[in-house]
């Protein structure tokens, strides 16, 4: 199984940037998955979550209203497009396959640092 985040990178408040997440070594369409993530010295945050056949979502309140998660089974590939960007929004973001931690199974993360 592998999970490839790409899309991170520099933005200033108020700007926005579209994560992708390329998942192969097994059939994506029959999971859930979800975004993390993590600041160095802080735990880890479940961000988002979408169920198999994007009929359900989870959304952190810190983000909810920002940020919207979505997917396209037939290129096996997950989105997290944020909106209104904040600092507090700088971390490494990483996809993980199912619903919520504990992310046993999850990507390397792309770097989002938000900052003027």
């Known amino acids: 199984e592998q999970l490839v985040e790409s899309g991170g990178g520099l933005a200033q408040p108020g700007g926005s940037l579209r994560l992708s997440c390329a998942a192969s070594?097994?059939?994506?369409?029959?999971?859930?998955m979800s975004w993390a993530r993590q600041v160095p010295g802080k735990g880890v945050e479940w961000v988002s979550g979408?169920?198999?056949?994007?009929?359900?979502?989870y959304y952190a309140d810190s983000v909810k209203g920002r940020f919207t998660i979505s997917r396209d089974n037939a290129k096996n590939t997950l989105y997290l497009q944020m909106n209104d960007l904040k600092p507090e929004d700088t971390a490494l973001y990483f996809c993980?396959?199912?619903?919520?931690?504990?992310?046993?199974?999850r990507g390397q993360g792309t770097q989002v640092t938000v900052s003027s």
């Open positions: 993980a396959k199912l619903w919520g931690p504990p992310f046993n199974s």
């Open positions: 070594g097994f059939d994506f369409r029959h999971y859930a």
């Open positions: 979408i169920y198999r056949d994007s009929t359900d979502f």
